[in-house]
């Protein structure tokens, strides 16, 4: 092999080595597959969330052993304008840049619009969307400045399509298709892409618990709570994986999606094709 063939293969090994990444709420989930996914193409990475202090050393200490790339933590508050400033600026002055950027930190609540509690119609504003803008509006300079960047914002099905006692949630994912527009057509000759990722149902912990306790409380099999409950929109009837995810939005980071930008692409089984 020459040095040059040598030099190749670990670009495509590794295509994001000396990139850094920050993705938010990245202590579980999808978040944690993404940053995850984003180590092993060899970007530095900054996570971001809650969780017990141990358990976010211990993640933080196995992607640095795994994948040989440096990982910081910041446990700002998505909901905290100063303190999302706060991250993204530690991130620049401990890396000297922020390439890309994953808006993932998400939360939901179901009721009636009617009862729809105030405190979380504004959390969920708040994190799902507002945190984005603060982000972006943050990490744009660092960018800019490298005429390089990718923003890779974790919408859902439901920011394409509505489901009742989901107002929030389907508001804010709506608005986070709104903003991915805008950024990619303001950033559109700066070499930076905005796009959007729509999920269907992605099987994480949270996703697993509801399995359990929705069989207990019907007193129906797993397979069905699976197919008839969870996955009733889903026509492909299974649930995408944290990895696939981290796979599409390593993709999406690499130079190979250099003109896909505005875009929100379906993760879904084909739900919103219905
Ligand atoms: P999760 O609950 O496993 O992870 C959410 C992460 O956000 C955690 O790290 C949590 O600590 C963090 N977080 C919550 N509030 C925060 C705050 N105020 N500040 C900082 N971090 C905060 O959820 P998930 O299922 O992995 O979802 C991640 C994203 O994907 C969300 O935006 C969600 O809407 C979206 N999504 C999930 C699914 C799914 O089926 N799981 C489907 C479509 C879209």
């Given at each position: 092999?020459?040095?040059?063939?040598t030099?190749?293969?670990i670009a495509a090994?590794k295509p994001l080595?000396d990139?850094?990444?920050v993705?938010?709420?990245?202590?579980s989930?999808?978040?944690?597959?993404?940053?995850?996914?984003?180590?092993?193409?060899g970007?530095?990475?900054?996570?971001n969330?809650?969780g017990?202090?141990?358990?976010?050393k211990?993640t933080q200490?196995?992607?640095?052993?795994?994948?040989?790339v440096p990982?910081?933590?910041?446990g700002?508050d998505m909901?905290k304008?100063?303190?999302?400033?706060?991250?993204?600026?530690?991130?620049i002055?401990?890396?000297?840049?922020?390439?890309?950027?994953?808006?993932?930190?998400?939360?939901?609540h179901?009721?009636?619009?009617?009862?729809?509690?105030?405190a979380?119609?504004?959390a969920?504003?708040a994190?799902?969307?507002s945190s984005?803008?603060?982000t972006t509006?943050?990490?744009?300079?660092?960018?800019?400045?490298?005429?390089?960047g990718?923003i890779i914002?974790?919408?859902?099905?439901?920011?394409?399509?509505?489901s009742?006692?989901?107002a929030?949630?389907?508001?804010?994912?709506?608005?986070?298709?709104g903003?991915?527009k805008?950024?990619a057509?303001e950033?559109?000759?700066?070499?930076?892409?905005?796009?959007a990722?729509?999920?269907?149902y992605?099987?994480?912990?949270l996703?697993?618990a509801?399995?359990?306790?929705?069989?207990?409380a019907?007193?129906?099999?797993?397979?069905?709570?699976?197919?008839?409950?969870l996955?009733?929109q889903?026509?492909n009837?299974?649930?995408?994986?944290?990895?696939?995810?981290?796979a599409?939005?390593?993709?999406?980071?690499?130079d190979a999606?250099?003109?896909?930008?505005?875009?929100?692409?379906?993760?879904?089984?084909?739900?919103?094709a219905?």
């Amino acid at each position: 092999m020459t040095i040059a063939m040598t030099e190749r293969a670990i670009a495509a090994a590794k295509p994001l080595k000396d990139k850094v990444s920050v993705i938010t709420g990245s202590t579980s989930g999808i978040g944690l597959g993404i940053a995850r996914a984003l180590a092993a193409a060899g970007s530095a990475v900054v996570l971001n969330g809650f969780g017990a202090p141990e358990e976010i050393k211990a993640t933080q200490a196995s992607i640095g052993a795994e994948f040989g790339v440096p990982v910081a933590f910041s446990g700002a508050d998505m909901t905290k304008p100063e303190q999302i400033a706060e991250m993204v600026q530690t991130a620049i002055d401990m890396f000297g840049s922020l390439d890309v950027l994953v808006n993932n930190a998400g939360i939901q609540h179901v009721a009636p619009l009617q009862e729809f509690p105030v405190a979380k119609w504004d959390a969920i504003i708040a994190i799902d969307l507002s945190s984005a803008f603060h982000t972006t509006r943050l990490a744009l300079p660092s960018m800019i400045a490298k005429k390089w960047g990718r923003i890779i914002n974790i919408a859902s099905a439901h920011g394409l399509v509505g489901s009742p006692f989901k107002a929030a949630y389907v508001a804010a994912k709506h608005g986070m298709l709104g903003l991915t527009k805008v950024t990619a057509l303001e950033t559109a000759e700066m070499g930076i892409t905005c796009n959007a990722i729509c999920p269907g149902y992605v099987y994480t912990p949270l996703v697993e618990a509801q399995i359990d306790g929705q069989a207990k409380a019907h007193g129906i099999p797993r397979e069905k709570v699976i197919r008839d409950v969870l996955l009733a929109q889903q026509p492909n009837k299974r649930f995408a994986t944290t990895d696939e995810l981290g796979a599409i939005a390593v993709f999406l980071a690499t130079d190979a999606a250099s003109s896909i930008t505005g875009a929100a692409l379906p993760v879904d089984g084909g739900w919103t094709a219905h």
